[in-house]
């Protein structure tokens, strides 16, 4: 099982930002998909973004023009820039790998509370 390391979560007010970040083995970061989910309380867990090996990149319409996705392959992580924060983003964050297989990073909580 490919091992997905995030960090980056916490306490932020709203209007705040915070930055997830998650590393992935060279072999994996390299050649799949990679996405941020979340899962509130009580919710499904659903997309936040995801980006393409090529950098193409794709947003749930709730954190467009808010969030942003990115990967650094010198790194081989893939981050996700969240600013203007509001209570609606509280959610255990969970970084994503999607090719021929799936793997699933051990996920971050982010509480957005004043």
């Known amino acids: 099982q490919a091992q997905l390391v995030e960090s980056g979560g916490g306490l932020v007010q709203p209007g705040g930002s915070l930055r997830l970040s998650c590393a992935a083995p060279?072999?994996?970061?390299?050649?799949?998909?990679m996405g941020w989910y979340r899962q509130a309380p009580g919710k499904q867990r659903e997309l936040v973004a995801d980006?393409?090996?090529?950098?193409?990149?794709n947003y749930t319409d709730s954190v467009k023009g808010r969030f942003t996705i990115s990967r650094d392959y010198a790194k081989n992580t893939v981050y996700l820039q969240m600013n203007s924060l509001t209570p609606d983003d509280t959610a255990v964050y969970y970084c994503?790998?999607?090719?021929?297989?799936?793997?699933w990073g051990q996920g971050t909580q982010v509480t957005v509370s004043s």
């Open positions: 994503n790998a999607r090719h021929i297989a799936e793997y």
């Open positions: 980006i393409s090996r090529g950098g193409i990149t």
């Open positions: 060279g072999s994996i970061f390299s050649n799949y998909r």
